[in-house]
């Protein structure tokens, strides 16, 4: 397994994040436990800083926080002059009660309701990323009665098919996201921008996928991009100051992964952006990115305790865990791989191939198929690292398994930032009705 961020094997062989003992966070805070290294989620976000804005001051690094979406996360993403991209009412709200900077905030979303979009022009976010025609209609005339005139983006759909898996592709025409480029539906929708006054146009908006590892479908959308906005002068003498070429940037989960460094990508998209200036002769336009999964997927590690043990002489030998697609759905829908180590046995051969499997009630609930590990037994504890993204976020109470809790490690303290749910919390909101209830069965 590889170490990521401030990973280290202490000398009781345990794996240690952010200088805490895994196994005795383990212990103390029970599992399954999301941990999050918050030195290796401070550096990342440095360093995207360090590569895309620090040379060009106007650009700015906004953190999806669909990813992982948490209050405390928020508070961080602020500190570190990250701005932060919403896509729902929920995700808004968590901006808004941890005093998130509003003007740092986008606001995405295929299918924002009016109330949203309410919500959106009255805590005044910086950017609403218009989506389709309907939207923009909406939009207007709800700045209209509010009098606002927000600032927007026109989501484009590039027509740019990204090498993920199909689920997390979104720059192909075929996508529920955004003005198609390629069919003229961009262009009208640009022009159409003169019918609503109240809306301030800034730019154009796109992302082609997600754990995308080419560099050349970054420039190559760049490309395609930046001559949009110069289709856009020619054809309605506007001069768009943005240009936001969303997130997707691939992580290291297994040694399949080949993920290229922030500086690379920094590099393929601002060399394109630049040579397109220069050549179109254009004002050198504010880049936005949007990573999401690239920022927190590595800082997560999901800590499980080993339950059951079972060997199909011949076939397989079963390592079951006490979660499972509930907490992390990406194996099951994505068919994700994952690494793993045994926290408690950190220097012992991985020398027995298993499959690790969660505890509900589905036989698709597999986290990783064939994975050499140390001799498992019951209770040890399984760390599954690159659990930070796309895990809490998409987490279910299927089989009614309560969500777990997630801690942020740093410089051996551990702080607790959300708790683990409870049966109580499960039942909270279910009712029943009146007349199903008081009758002995
Ligand atoms: N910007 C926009 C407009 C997006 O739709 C997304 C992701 C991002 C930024 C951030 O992308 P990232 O840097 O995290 O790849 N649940 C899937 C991923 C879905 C991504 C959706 N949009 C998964 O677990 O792989």
């Not at 499980?304 to 499972?324: C, L, N, Q, S």
């Amino acid at each position: 397994m590889k170490l990521h961020g401030t990973m280290t094997v202490n000398s009781r062989g345990h794996l240690e994040i952010g200088g805490c003992d895994t196994v005795s966070l383990a212990g103390e805070f029970g599992t399954p436990l999301i941990v999050l290294d918050e030195a290796l989620i401070r550096e990342t976000c440095r360093q995207y800083i360090e590569a895309f804005v620090k040379p060009y001051p106007g650009n700015q690094v906004v953190y999806a926080s669909k990813a992982f979406s948490s209050p405390a996360f928020c508070r961080i993403m602020a500190e570190e002059g990250v701005g932060l991209d919403v896509v729902s009412g929920g995700e808004l709200y968590f901006a808004i009660m941890s005093h998130f900077p509003a003007k740092n905030i986008f606001f995405h979303g295929n299918n924002k309701s009016p109330a949203e979009l309410e919500m959106a022009l009255s805590h005044q976010v910086g950017y609403i990323v218009v989506d389709n025609a309907d939207e923009l209609k909406m939009l207007n005339s709800l700045a209209a009665s509010l009098g606002v005139k927000p600032a927007v983006l026109l989501r484009i759909t590039p027509g740019v098919e990204a090498h993920t898996h199909e689920y997390i592709q979104t720059g192909q025409i075929d996508s529920k996201f955004g003005f198609t480029l390629p069919n003229g539906q961009a262009l009208a929708a640009v022009k159409s921008l003169a019918d609503y006054p109240c809306l301030d146009f800034k730019g154009v908006h796109c992302h082609i996928g997600s754990q995308v590892f080419e560099m050349d479908s970054y420039a190559h959308t760049a490309r395609i991009m930046f001559e949009f906005l110069v289709q856009i002068r020619q054809e309605t003498g506007i001069v768009c100051p943005i240009l936001n070429l969303g997130g997707g940037f691939g992580i290291y989960y297994t040694a399949e992964d080949r993920p290229a460094t922030i500086e690379d990508y920094a590099a393929a998209v601002m060399d394109t952006v630049k040579e397109c200036a220069g050549k179109y002769n254009y004002p050198l336009p504010r880049v936005i990115i949007e990573p999401g999964r690239s920022i927190i997927g590595n800082a997560g590690t999901t800590l499980y305790t080993v339950g059951t043990i079972k060997t199909i002489p011949g076939f397989r030998k079963y390592v079951a865990v006490d979660g499972g697609m509930a907490d992390n759905i990406r194996p099951s829908l994505y068919q994700a791989k994952y690494e793993a180590a045994i926290a408690n046995k950190m220097n012992l051969p991985a020398e027995v191939t298993v499959s690790v499997t969660g505890k509900c009630c589905e036989s698709g609930d597999m986290l990783i198929w064939d994975i050499e590990l140390p001799q498992a037994e019951r209770g040890d504890i399984l760390a599954v690292p690159s659990t930070g993204a796309y895990s809490y976020a998409m987490a279910s109470n299927y089989n009614n398994l309560a969500r777990p809790a997630v801690v942020l490690v740093r410089e051996g303290k551990a702080d607790l930032i959300i708790e683990r749910e409870s049966y109580e919390d499960l039942i909270r909101k279910h009712k029943i009705p009146a007349r199903l209830q008081g009758r002995n069965l």
